[in-house]
């Protein structure tokens, strides 16, 4: 596919803003594929493919570095803190990976909407959907979640939880991270579908702004979302390290290295405990508004 080589993972390695204008450029190929194709959920679909290769390599490379590391410390204990030191060497460039990506997607989904009229409209003399019809169903889920917040209820697999508005953002947050961790387990890579999911929903909230007043409307929408967005996203880019780490291991090498297979354990199990606390701080900091 030729949208595979506009990034490469040795680029993105070496500069991770790349992200930003490639995923902007896949995004809006998704959206123009919708606007000619009656393909329901092309503006994720065909965003995430592109992507495939790289994250799967940046996974494999990640991988990699952690079996290079046990084969040189195999014989010594290592304790947490060094657990801790390593994860903020090895994975803070996958880290920096998955914010530029994810911003690059909120970006272009945030344009998309505001720039496309809200009905269809004739475009090189076909009707083509508007904004409306496109992001349907993130217009839905921003709905659902705004009406949640009114009332303090969200619905989870135990039920209704209501009431305090901090457990109410921590259980819809920590079902986020669920489903980030299975799917990055499942697919290694699956949680790039929930990124781009998450992405559409915060373009489609920003990009109301920018429709009422204007560009500033961008500025306004992503100062809004960052004091608690910036730890909710860290979480999740995390999670999908984590679930994608231990995914790749199996994969790989199965049971078959079981020191290796215990040190990707521990990596995994650390870097989702972190996830855990991020969500905490996040959904604190989004009750205190």
Do not use: C
């Not at 579908?193 to 990009?207: F, K, P, Q, R």
């Not at 215990?262 to 990596?267: A, I, L, T």
């Amino acid at each position: 596919m030729v949208l595979d080589f506009l990034v490469s993972p040795s680029q993105v390695r070496r500069d991770p803003w790349a992200m930003v204008l490639a995923t902007f450029v896949f995004v809006s190929f998704g959206v123009l594929v919708e606007l000619f194709l009656p393909i329901r959920g092309s503006i994720i679909v065909f965003t995430m493919v592109p992507l495939i290769p790289v994250v799967w390599r940046l996974l494999l490379e990640e991988e990699e570095d952690e079996e290079k590391e046990v084969e040189e410390f195999k014989n010594h204990h290592v304790p947490l803190t060094s657990v801790l030191g390593h994860l903020r060497t090895h994975h803070a460039d996958m880290l920096e990976v998955f914010g530029f990506f994810f911003l690059g997607a909120a970006l272009a989904y945030t344009f998309w909407f505001a720039v496309l009229p809200p009905e269809p409209f004739q475009l090189f003399g076909q009707s083509v959907p508007g904004s409306s019809e496109l992001f349907a169903d993130q217009l839905r889920e921003v709905d659902l979640i705004q009406s949640s917040v009114l009332q303090g209820r969200v619905t989870t697999p135990m039920g209704d939880v209501s009431g305090d508005l901090f457990l109410f953002l921590f259980t819809h947050n920590l079902q986020v991270l669920g489903l980030m961790l299975v799917f990055s387990l499942v697919y290694g890579i699956g949680s790039i579908y929930l990124l781009l999911w998450n992405a559409s929903i915060i373009g489609v909230v920003v990009g109301k702004k920018m429709q009422v007043i204007g560009p500033l409307g961008v500025v306004q929408g992503f100062l809004v979302l960052l004091p608690h967005g910036i730890f909710e996203l860290g979480a999740y880019f995390l999670a999908s390290i984590a679930g994608g780490l231990f995914s790749m291991e199996l994969m790989k090498n199965g049971l078959s290295k079981p020191v290796l297979f215990r040190h990707v354990f521990k990596v995994s199990f650390v870097l989702l405990g972190i996830s855990v606390l991020l969500l905490v701080v996040g959904a604190f900091i989004e009750a205190s508004y």
